[in-house]
């Protein structure tokens, strides 16, 4: 068990440094929106399960569906909300390739844990969710509809009853382009 402990930790603490590029700054500090010259960044998703959360280290261990073991460094605040959960529930990691080494992350979810789609703003500062029906299943098209708006405090929970969002602090703008479903999400950062 030690030998197993001592491995994980090993694991744990060099995954943390890759990543630590990506330790989630607070939105007010987060990259500059892409322009039109700059083509939006790549968005993408971990779906796994909860492995555990470390309070001490600040740290979410997953255990993807590819069964890569991951981990995530993150703010008190989405620790705290983390901690609610149990190992093995179902989690998704929701980020934004800013470089090619670095990864800055949007939303820590909970699919299921909620009977609609919850958002906590665990960021540091006042966001603001928009939200949008999806068009042919697909969000953040041109013609998705009418675009509604929350504005969540720090600690705040909004619920989103559209199919699509996004988060921006407030004075900026972004296009939903996400996919919202039943469950908590734990706004970590906010794009565009």
């Not at 030998?3 to 630590?20: D, F, I, K, T």
């Not at 993408?44 to 981990?71: F, H, T």
């Not at 934004?96 to 906590?120: C, D, E, H, I």
């Not at 619920?159 to 296009?175: D, K, M």
Request: some cysteine; charged content about 20%; proline content about 9%.
């Amino acid at each position: 068990m030690g030998r197993v402990r001592s491995r994980e930790l090993s694991g744990v603490a060099v995954l943390l440094g890759l990543l630590a590029g990506s330790a989630a700054p607070r939105a007010a500090a987060q990259a500059p929106a892409p322009t039109p010259a700059d083509p939006a960044r790549p968005r993408k998703s971990v779906y796994g399960k909860l492995a555990s959360v470390d309070k001490v280290r600040n740290g979410i261990v997953m255990k993807s569906d590819g069964g890569e073991r991951l981990s995530w460094h993150f703010d008190p605040a989405v620790i705290a909300e983390a901690a609610r959960f149990k190992p093995g529930d179902p989690m998704i990691v929701i980020y934004r390739q800013v470089t090619p080494n670095q990864k800055r992350v949007t939303a820590v979810a909970f699919p299921g844990s909620a009977a609609t789609p919850l958002y906590v703003n665990t960021t540091g500062s006042r966001v603001m969710v928009r939200s949008a029906p999806a068009v042919d299943g697909v969000c953040g098209g041109p013609s998705a509809g009418p675009v509604s708006e929350s504005t969540i405090p720090t600690g705040g929970v909004a619920e989103v009853l559209e199919a699509c969002w996004c988060c921006a602090v407030p004075g900026e703008s972004c296009n939903p382009g996400n996919k919202s479903g039943l469950g908590r999400a734990l706004l970590v950062q906010c794009f565009e």
